[in-house]
């Protein structure tokens, strides 16, 4: 990347996509001056400096962008991607017990404005007009130029135009979130209280639309591709979580099995070299079953687990329905399921390797005849 770009990475704008896409990595380089994101350690963003007026003549001879996300949208996808990692869920007092709760919660709304302006994630101090007014003004005068996450391919060709990257034809999208709902899946009320309670985020967002709507009008059709996978994010997810934290209710069961689950992921990872997020899944399903029938042979949990199992459907559906049961039989069986949270043994024999069939070519499909 060229030393005169700046990247401004709104969390879940899309901005890991664009950063690998820029730097041709697998996965988002560390924020510094140029890439302004959220520092790990103090989960504060570092992009504050940025909308301090009296700075204004430190970005001369920069060219600066940045992605905004439709407020609703950003919020399901946000809270989808952090509700299962605690070291953020334990920055939210109370901690909210659903999407519902998150919504109405004083700490996350207006985190667009938050993070421009150099918050902490979750800060307790909220964004005000002065602050949205503030940063419309560094928008303005720097310019920083500002695409659209619904209108992405058109962001990038403008983004191209104004800084000179040169994207690949075809971009790998990046933290594509398992499991979500949509927008169009949440009650009206809903809807409405979201763009309520981030009254400041959504005013900034028709800000930037409206001006971006004009400059559509003036770029070439995008031929950009986008590659969406969401088994291209398995393998980054299971090196930090366990996989059953997406998808299950019953935290306790994950921690009486904490070693059971990260020898596993760890061999899959580490012994066997599996790198395809859908083998993973494959192979990491089969494991838990077949070791809970080796562990309760012939119980109800046994039986209830294996029934959830199918090597018919979607691996990630499968993590999910398995999931599901768990949760079922823990919640409808709460006096006689204290033996069953005893901790699972890892035995790397059981592995069964599941054959991932590759896309056959012209040649390929001839000699199959």
Not at 136 to 155: C, N, Q, R, Y
Not at 164 to 185: C, H, L, Q, Y
Not at 335 to 342: I, L, N, R, V
Request: proline share 5%; with cysteine.
């Amino acid at each position: 990347m060229s030393d005169n770009i700046i990247f401004i990475h709104i969390p879940k704008t899309g901005g890991t996509t664009i950063n690998t896409a820029m730097q041709g990595n697998y996965w988002q380089t560390a924020p510094d001056f140029n890439y302004r994101h959220i520092v790990f350690k103090q989960k504060r963003s570092n992009s504050g400096d940025i909308f301090h007026s009296e700075n204004t003549s430190m970005f001369d001879g920069y060219k600066l962008f940045m992605m905004l996300r439709h407020p609703v949208d950003k919020m399901i996808s946000e809270y989808y991607f952090l509700h299962d990692r605690a070291e953020f869920m334990n920055m939210l007092h109370p901690k909210p017990k659903s999407f519902e709760e998150y919504v109405e919660h004083a700490q996350t709304p207006d985190y667009t404005l938050g993070f421009l302006i150099g918050d902490k994630i979750y800060d307790k101090k909220r964004p005000t007009k002065e602050d949205l007014n503030r940063v419309i003004d560094a928008i303005e005068k720097l310019p920083i130029h500002t695409g659209i996450f619904e209108h992405f391919a058109d962001s990038l060709e403008y983004f191209s135009k104004e800084t000179g990257i040169e994207w690949s034809k075809n971009i790998e999208a990046k933290r594509v979130t398992f499991k979500r709902p949509k927008m169009d899946d949440l009650s009206p009320e809903l809807y409405q209280r979201i763009l309520d309670t981030n009254a400041l985020d959504f005013e900034l967002y028709n800000y930037c639309l409206n001006k971006f709507n004009d400059i559509r009008k003036t770029l070439p059709k995008s031929k950009i591709s986008f590659d969406i996978d969401k088994y291209n994010h398995v393998i980054p997810y299971v090196s930090l979580t366990c996989l059953f934290e997406y998808f299950m209710d019953n935290k306790h069961f994950i921690q009486q099995n904490f070693l059971f689950f990260k020898n596993l992921t760890f061999f899959l990872l580490k012994q066997k070299g599996v790198k395809d997020g859908k083998k993973f899944t494959q192979i990491w399903n089969q494991v838990f079953v077949d070791s809970v029938k080796n562990q309760f042979p012939d119980s109800h949990f046994s039986n209830a687990i294996s029934t959830a199992y199918s090597l018919d459907k979607d691996p990630l559906d499968v993590t999910g329905d398995i999931a599901k049961s768990l949760d079922a039989f823990f919640s409808n069986n709460p006096k006689g399921t204290k033996k069953f949270y005893k901790p699972m043994v890892f035995n790397p024999m059981i592995i069964i390797e599941p054959r991932i069939e590759k896309k056959k070519g012209f040649l390929g499909k001839l000699f199959a005849k």
